[in-house]
Every structure is written in C-alpha cells, then in structure tokens.
C-alpha cells in the first residue's frame, strides 16, 4: 500500500533518530523492507512514489518489438507481435516465455514512443485583420429528393462566418458564393485559402498546384490571391473545416438535434442565415469577443469590393421579360416574380438550366431547371403565385365600384367567394340578393351574415330564401360551419331502374 507524504516523513525521520531499519520499523509502525525502500529513494534522489521498475520478460526481445513496430508504421497488433516472438527460437537464447498480456504491455510502450517521436505539433496562428478567408464545401441535407451542399467560409481574424447551401459545387456555383460571402462580409481579403479541388486547381507538377484560369481571372477581380492547401491535409485550413462541422451539426437534421425536414430550398437558406445570425453574434472562446463586433473592426483592413460581380463564368446574359421567363437555346424557363427586366446569366450545367440574378446580398441562384428541348417550356407554378397551377387566366376578383357592391363586399371573404360562386352558377337576380343579404347583415350582424354566406357558397345554394334558411339553420343547431348540400342520393324523385327490363 502507497504510504502518504507524512508517513513517508516519520519513517525517515525514525530512521535518521535510530540508524537502524528495525527500529525505525518498530517506531513508524511498518516494515522494515519498507524503511529500506525509502531511505535508498532518498539516498539516490528518486522520488519516493515513483514505481520501481523491475526487469520484464520481454525486456530481451524489446530490439525485435520496436523493429516490428517501426515496419508496421506503429499499426501492427500485439497478437502479431506475440506469435512473431513465439515462432523464434534463437540458439543462444530460451524460447519466448511471456504471455499475451505481457507481449501487449510491451507492445503498447513501443507505439506510444513510436507516435511520440513523430507526433504532428502546431504552432498557434496569430492572425492579421484582412488577411485570410478559408472556405469548403460540406455535404448537406436532402431537399425534394435531392442531396444538397453547404458552402462554408471562415474569416479568420474576426472568426465570421457565412454558410450558403447550394445544388452543386460548379465553378458558377463557387463564383457566385464567393461573391455573395464578399459582400455578406463587406470587403475582399488579400488571401482565399481552400481545398485541392478541380475548380480550384487543375493540376499539381512537383507538389505545385495549376490554378484554374477561371479562379484566377476572378481572384484578379475581386484583388485577392486563391491559394490551395497541402494535398490531403486538411489541418492546414481548420477554420473552414470547423465551420463546416458546426453547419452540419446544426442544419443537417439528425436525431441529435431533432430538426425537422426540408420541404423547400428556400426554407434550408433560411434555416443556414438564422445559423449564421446566432453562430456570429455568440462570444468565440478564443477572442473572447462576438465575430460580429470584430467584423466591423476586420472592414476597415479589407479591400474595397468592386461594384459589379465577377460573371465570366456564370453564362449568358439574359433579360427576363414580362412573363417571368428567359430563353435559351429556343426555351422558355420561369423565374420568380421580382426579377422582371432585370438581366440575369443563364447556364447549363449537365442536365440542368441555373438562372442567376444580382440580389441584394450579391449572386444568388434563383432558378433550376431541367434542360428541356424547343415546345416544351419549363415553368414552374410557384414562380406564378397568383396563377392556378396549369392555367394561364387569373381568377376573378371582385372589384367593387357602385356603393351596394363595396357595402357587401364588406361583409368579408364569405361575401366574396358567394359573389363569385353565384356568377359562375348563372343565378339570377344577384344584386337583389345582394342587397337582401346587407340589409339583413344590418338586422343579425356582419359575421352571421357572412359565414351564411360562405356556407351557401360551398353548398351551391344560391336560390331566393336560401339565405334565410341558413341563417335559421345555423341559429337552430348553434354550429355556423355546418352545410346541408344537395344530393341526388337522397332525392325524392323517381329513378328509371325499374325500365331496364323493358321490353325483355
């Protein structure tokens, strides 16, 4: 058993008072062998609690182990080791007596001088304002059965970072993100630092990577440099590959953090700015500071963002014209609603048709398409909310002229849909009916008046009384939703079943 510090001091100080184990024993209550042990850990300037180390069974084979380990790059299994030593038998030695668990214990010491000796140190970065922007991809969630990706940057002396989802990690893609994390940031940094990947570098000759013409064409645009990282090493750009991390931790929905699916595109870049909102004005560890407040600082350091994106890469220029669309190649493709007369850049990538627009936060993706051929235009219905989807005629509104028509529109949305339901059915003597249903809405209130309405127009009940009886109906059962519909099921009338064995 370990003896205390006190303990260990009463038996040497009973050893100095007697000179003799024995009597320092009987004095301090221990064994002699003990008082021995501690008074030659003394004497020779060891640490009184440091384990002896005692010859092991393997200590004459060590050599063998560590050559193993070293060939094997310090993955080789002790079960291996342990048959390598039994298999030997040298004739100047015995046979190898250790067990398996002595065999491991030996292994394990060889591996952790092996990796000690080679362990990868760092040295902290101390990082300049305006100097350094990291970006990455990461793989996203699945959005309308398709796998999506996140573009991460990392600013790194104000620790902001801007998180972008995207379909595709094209040079257009990567070009308008680039742009749009500029802006979103409000300066260009001297360096972009990323990945070995082929819109970034076309080759490496002699461990010296070919930068794309695209990228660097750009890079001389927005007066920055693209570097590219050691290959396969992906330590050397932390920030970005932290930041991707962080954004798929929190936006990919896992049972971890138990969000909900994407039904929409639209809804993952929402959910990716709410996580740049909260990630960016949360205290970062390592400053102490919120990135937010340090971007301001970081802004005055940056270099001024030219006004007109880079676009060489992003396609043909485009006009959108009145009906929301562009062409290309003879077809017709929809875009959103507020980008009417604006130009766009139009693209194809593989399969697919991507529509790019200057938003206010800089190049944004803003439609996807199919690539389809001459007669087949491709329109998407939610880019024309106010179209039914597959037709091209508005539905109509009311639009109240006369006074008798804008006192019953007032009623509410029953007024309206009974309007509208009564003309299609080509009732007769509406404005009378009209005027009835105001001067009763005066006598019994508005909101009757109307959820009378709203039911007679859902039941197809635009006869004269037909009102009135509603209004009865409802006061009657207390329930203003409650629709009695017409139904030949239930119809008074005689069928012609019984002719159908005439004449047999």
Known sequence: MQKSD???????????????SNSAADLAGCDPKTV?????????????????????IADPYLAKIEELVERSHGNIRADVVHERLVSLAPLEQERYAGSARTTRRAVHRAKAAYRAGRRRTY???ITEPGMWLQFDWGHGPVVEGRPTLL?????????????????DRTMGSLLACLDATLRAIGGVPTYLLTDNERTITTDRIAGIAVRHPEVVAAGRHYGAQVLACVPFDPESKGGAESTVKLAKADLVPTEANLRPRYERFADLAAACGDFCAEINARVHRETARRPDELLNIERAHLHLLPDEPYTAA???????????????????????????????WVRVAGDE???????????????????????????????????????????????PVSPAEIAFLALGPGAERWLIEAAAAGTPRVRYKMAQAIEVAALLGDVRVEAALAAAALA?????????????????????????????????????????????
């Open 353 to 399: 048709v991507v529509i790019v627009a200057r938003t206010a936060r800089g190049l944004a993706e803003i439609a996807r398409h199919a690539r389809s051929t001459p007669g087949r235009p491709q329109i998407n219905d939610a880019h024309y909310p106010d179209h039914p989807a597959g037709r091209a005629i508005r539905p109509p509104r009311p639009r």
């Open 314 to 344: 992003l396609g043909e220029t485009r006009t959108v014209e009145d009906d929301q669309t562009v062409r290309i190649g003879s077809v017709r493709y929809s875009t959103p609603r507020e980008f009417v007369g604006q130009e766009v």
């Open 151 to 167: 573009f991460c940057a990392w600013l790194a002396w104000s620790r902001f970072r801007v998180v972008i989802p995207t379909w």
């Open 123 to 125: 040295r902290p970065w």
């Open 6 to 20: 006190r303990e260990i001091v009463e038996i040497l100080e009973a050893f100095d008072l007697t000179r003799c």
């Open 460 to 504: 197809g009940r635009f006869a004269e009384g037909d009102l009135a009886s509603i209004l009865e109906h409802q006061a009657s059962s207390g329930d203003a939703a409650s629709v009695v519909a017409a139904d030949e099921r239930f119809s008074i009338q005689a069928g012609t079943a019984t002719w159908a064995g005439f004449g047999r």
């Open 36 to 56: 021995a042990r501690y008074v030659d850990a003394r004497d020779r300037g060891r640490d009184p609690h440091g384990r002896v180390i005692r010859p092991m």
